[in-house]
């Protein structure tokens, strides 16, 4: 009697043809009310599939080879591929630190001092500007069209313009420094001092950006707190700290995890004004200098540099969210 109840509920578990035609029946409604939209949004993952996916998949592989400009097909030439695969050889040559692949833990550290850096000041920066255009003064749409005008004009015209600000004998920087007696540096040489130079520049680019983000948030937050704190008799500097800056916390993180994916990614600062110079060399310039200069071009040790920065980035994004979830919990 229990084996036959038992064999009985079993068979009442098991999906019949009717529950079959039930599930494809909903699948069909379902394609049925949005076919519209996976329509349009299949060109979009066509797309990134072809410029993204599939180039960071080939990335990926030649980290696991030895390919460069001397072993990689050339149909021009007529000669096939004579790579070979080389598993994790080239993650643990970069890994050990040899000068021969770069150094990468001295890069390391000088990308993240550079990160730092930039985006501590384009924060600081920004959030001052944005706290002084926020408040009614005379000029102030003009004063906002300045401001953003380093956003608005191309990066690389102006690495361009302040590398001849910069230049050591007929730059406007050391005419300055030198009519009221300072010393003139030679900017943009081989010394620590052009790392200085690059974030100068990078500041002065970044800053507008930071600006509007952060007083688009500013300019979201209810005058009302700030009246009631005031009839409170909360100092300015508790008014900040107390409405301002909790207000301003969905923004600023935001803000923040992009400038320092795109301070770490800066790529045409550094490399139009210094230039291949080891003095203020990050991942992604020297990942550049491997693939693209030097006797043979180095594929392999290049792409692993990207994977490498991927993986950095990955990691800080999911620490910096999870921070961010854990503070809104407490």
Known sequence: MVATTTGAAAEHRRPGPRGGTERRGRVRRFLDRYWYAYALVLPVVVVVGGLVILPLAQGVFFTFTNINEGNIANPVLGREADYDVVGLANYLNVLSGDP?????????????????????????????????????????????????????VPAFVSAFAWRYLFNADYGLINWLLGSVGLPTPVWLGQSPVAMVAVIIVNVWLGVPFMMVALLGGLQSIPGDLYEAAEIDGATPWQRFTQITLPGLRPVSSTVILLGVIWTFNMFPVIYLITGQNPHTRILITYAFERFFSGATRDYAIASTYGVLILSVLLVFAGVYLRALRSQEAD
């Open 100 to 152: 021969a692949y770069g150094s990468f833990w001295g890069v390391l550290l000088r990308t993240l001092v550079w990160s730092g850096i930039c985006v501590a000041f384009h924060y600081g920066i920004g959030l001052g500007l944005a706290l002084l255009l926020n408040r009614p003064m005379r000029f102030r749409t003009l004063y906002r069209i300045l401001l953003i005008l380093p956003w608005a």
